[in-house]
């Protein structure tokens, strides 16, 4: 347990889950999309669905999806700066089967064309849990150093990543995979014990089967 769990995170707003949280989700959202979203659909479960409005809860995930801060005091003006940034974001009620209440489902669009989907929940004091990448399984909290990386099943990709980061004195805390099918695309998750340099990202994206890196610094 850390202080945050006692006292709670520094943030604008008047729920830890429903706005911390939610600009905590947000941000991954739009740093797995790696450039300015123009469209943002967000599905909204549970309690976060029935109280988002009175809460923040929108403004919390837009301002995230635009890489504020759960501190930043812009979060309250979100909506407006999101429609002056060209940003496009839409919210509905969803219900998902065994989620936790308050689960936000994110689909991006970049300027590129680019798409990513995130599932998210926010479960107290400000902590997260994302559970779902291009619907597949992940489990990543946003505490630790996070590899999140896209890649073609084939034999001896993981080892590839594994030495790689062992190469760099990078050392892992935790591993997941998930993939959708035998030989198709999969994705790993990768908590590591200290930073990450941009470069060395941009290096491990270059190895065989990658399709890409993206590096999450502690939310």
């Known amino acids: 347990m850390n202080v945050f769990d006692i006292i709670g995170p520094v943030m604008i707003g008047p729920s830890s889950s429903h706005t911390a949280g939610a600009v905590r989700i947000g941000r991954i959202a739009g740093a797995l999309l790696g450039e300015p979203a123009v469209s943002a659909q967000v599905g909204l479960h549970g309690s976060f669905a029935k109280t988002y409005k009175g809460h923040g809860t929108d403004k ?3 301002a995230g999806i635009m890489g504020m801060l759960p501190s930043d005091g812009r979060i309250r003006h979100s909506l407006d700066l999101a429609e002056e940034k060209g940003l496009d974001i839409s919210f509905q009620e969803v219900f998902i089967d065994g989620a936790h209440p ?3 489902q994110i689909t991006l669009c970049g300027k590129s064309g680019k798409t990513i989907s995130v599932e998210g929940a926010s479960v107290g004091g400000g902590n997260i849990r994302i559970c779902k990448v ?8 946003g505490e630790s150093t996070t ?8 034999p001896g990709c993981i080892a590839a990543v594994t ?3 062992a190469q760099q004195n990078i050392n892992i805390g935790s591993f ?8 198709g695309l999969a994705v790993m998750t990768l908590e590591v014990d200290s930073p990450v340099t941009a470069s060395l990202n941009q290096a491990l994206e270059q190895l ?3 399709i890409s890196s993206t590096v999450l610094a502690p939310q």
Request: aromatic share 6%.
């Open 163 to 165: 030495r790689f980061l």
């Open 208 to 210: 065989p089967n990658i």
């Open 60 to 62: 919390a995930l837009a």
């Open 176 to 183: 997941r995979l998930s993939r959708r099918q035998k030989g």
């Open 147 to 154: 590899f999140i990386i896209l890649h073609n099943d084939t």
């Open 102 to 104: 308050n689960t936000a």
């Open 134 to 141: 291009n619907g597949m399984e992940v489990e990543i909290s």
